[in-house]
């Protein structure tokens, strides 16, 4: 029985405000993004959704709604209607990070959404400027204990990813970096090419042609073992630094939406996903996939608390706080 059969069959065995689900999904299905058209974010969630669509022959639309680190999307979906026509495609900054770094947030992460499944992440790396003459992670962190705030780095802002990443890298080296925030990545690539800042952390993709033409230097990727994409760099546990970096992906619906409905999306995207050619967008994408378990809603729940509480710790160690 495929996916569609299986959502029309249901329908009348599961009670929803005192009515049947009917016939689910009938009409489109927005998609949230918390990022803006044309980001990195983007760009995989309208790959997920094309995919997603097929399977569930219906429409699933991206719908950005960018600002705040991606809060203002997370807010609107937690006060959204539970009925499965709006869900959200987020990264850990929302869930499992945020929480932990700014004062005032309108959504609760653990208790306002219902995990439907996780897509993976996206392997950063580690560069920096080929004019500083670093070539490996254990140079950087001599030449950084060497001069306590003088060895800087750029992030697309504070609080975002790259400073939460590079904090942590800090918190685990003892090293005290200089931390220079510019607004977006392009920019603050840019700005490690061009030499005004020393390093950076950033997708691997994005990273690898600027390291063929020499005018950076990747000195470490997060994944757990040596990524495929830039095989000969080493990574942070190689070289003696024992973290974990990555952000996952995922997949979100507002609380108290039907675990039928849960059920059929977290089955229609892991199927979605397992075809020759979903495997090969996310392959071009240079996503890792990640399926915690047994792939199913709680599977992915349990890997998300353990992430909220990893990333609290090191939030903590690195005493980032913005209170705002």
Known sequence: MNTRRAFLIVVAAVAFGGSAIAAYPDKPI??????????GTDVVARTVAKHLSTRLNTPVVVENRDGASGMIGTEFVAKSPPDGYTIQYTVADTHSVNPHLFQKIRYDANKD?????????????LIVNADTGITTLPELIAKAKAN?????????GIGSGGHVRMAALGAATGIEFLHVPFKGSGPAFQAVMGGQVD???????LAKPQATSGKIRILAVD?????????DV?????????????FWQGLFAPKDTPP?????LNKAFNESLSTPEAKADLER???????????????????LESEYTRWGEVIRSARISIDQ
Not at 148 to 156: E, I, M, Q, R
Not at 260 to 264: F, K, R
């Open 30 to 39: 927005k998609m949230i993004v918390g990022w803006s058209a044309g980001g």
């Open 113 to 125: 959404f219902v995990p439907i499944a996780l897509l993976g992440y996206n392997p950063n790396v």
């Open 148 to 156: 306590p705030g003088k060895v800087s780095f750029g992030t697309w």
């Open 199 to 205: 390093a950076m952390i950033l997708p691997a993709a």
């Open 223 to 231: 994944t757990p073992e040596r990524y495929e994409l830039v095989p």
């Open 234 to 246: 080493k990574t942070y546990r190689e070289q003696g630094v024992a973290i974990k970096l990555d």
């Open 260 to 264: 039928a409905i849960v059920e059929m």
């Open 285 to 303: 994408l240079g996503i890792v996939r990640i399926v915690p378990g047994d792939g199913s809603p709680a599977a992915t729940r349990a890997y």
